[in-house]
């Protein structure tokens, strides 16, 4: 059995959720439940940054998420979530990195005004994370979800970074780029695990 060190309110550990669930491995992950920011939490002793998601296998830490999603997409057979050879590969690999890109610049705008007091903010560091996400937004192909119950790795990482981005609401992305709307709606109805694995906050959620 594999585990899973992630918190329900996590996007990249709901991006690993999600990909055990589309590869089938979903069976073969115990979740443990984590609190990065507590220093008693086994998470500092299975990766030493304090990070999740990280994934133990055999007794050895994987972890970012994009090398959990290699070795998941590896499990089972290889090219299902990303392209095993050829440029389709590296411009899938492109493409999830802008949506970690989009994720982790909302995430340092949820930091600024969670970890900050007001009177230290600094706005032109949220302007600058907000802008990142708008341009990423609006540089996807507004086409409607059209990858069935097999998403690939950019799928996987813009529902999550879409539904990260209701969730903790740093911007109305709709706002930007309306048409991804009708993505995330096609994204929702047709990939396993997606409302099982949204986003909750860790203090009101259970166990899981």
């Not at 949820?110 to 949220?126: D, K, L, Q």
């Not at 706002?175 to 995330?184: E, M």
Request: aromatic share 8%; charged share 25%; with cysteine.
């Amino acid at each position: 059995m594999m585990i899973l060190y992630s918190s329900t309110a996590s996007p990249f550990g709901r991006k690993i959720k999600l990909a055990a669930h589309a590869l089938g491995l979903i069976d073969e992950i115990s979740v443990r439940p984590t609190d990065t920011m507590n220093p008693e939490d086994e998470i500092r002793t299975v990766n030493p940054l304090g990070k999740i998601p990280s994934l133990v296998v055999e007794g050895t830490a994987l972890y970012d998420s994009r090398v959990i999603m290699e070795y998941f997409d590896n499990c089972a057979g290889g090219g299902r979530i990303i392209p095993a050879v050829g440029i389709e590969r590296y411009a899938c690999l492109t493409a999830a990195a802008k949506m970690d890109g989009i994720i982790d610049a909302a995430l340092l705008m949820v930091y600024e005004g969670r970890f900050r007091p007001a009177e230290m903010r600094v706005e032109r560091f949220v302007e600058w994370q907000r802008d990142k996400i708008i341009r990423g937004l609006q540089s996807i192909d507004p086409a409607p979800y059209s990858g069935g119950s097999m998403p690939d790795a950019a799928d996987i990482g813009l529902g999550c970074a879409l539904d990260y981005l209701d969730f903790r609401k740093p911007l109305s992305w709709r706002d930007h780029a309306p048409a991804l709307a009708d993505w995330q709606a096609g994204f929702a109805a047709s990939v396993a695990g997606y409302a099982e694995t949204m986003p909750v906050d860790s203090r009101k959620a259970p166990s899981q």
